[in-house]
């Protein structure tokens, strides 16, 4: 029974010496943390968004906003951003029907678009 007791001291005292040094290391993780945080881009974390609201019928402008594309961009470029758009805020996810229903009209919008850009450029 002793020697459990001296055991359990010994790994108590053994949890609080790595603590300890785990925390003195912390504090240079610390400053160096905290430098990389600043290397960061502004906008990441800025707090910045788009502050309006949808428009009752989406002009060019607001539907390339919502897909995160330039509405010059190609067909592939816009399909590739509105299907991951689409994976995050999809309807059986727990997303919004309604932005969903404006990703979707987005969609069209800016499709209709591109296939448009591919026939001037032919």
Known sequence: MGSTMVANELTIYCCRICRLLRFA???AY???SKTSFQSLPKS???GSYYRGGFEHKMPKQEA???AGVSSTNNKGK???ALL???LFNHPNKGGSP???AKINEAKDLLQGQAKKNEVNVQ
């Open 78 to 80: 816009i399909r590739a």
């Open 98 to 100: 309604y932005i969903t």
């Open 64 to 66: 390339a906003l919502t």
């Open 25 to 27: 290391s912390l504090g």
């Open 30 to 32: 610390g400053a160096s």
């Open 84 to 86: 991951q758009i689409m």
């Open 44 to 46: 990441a974390f800025s």
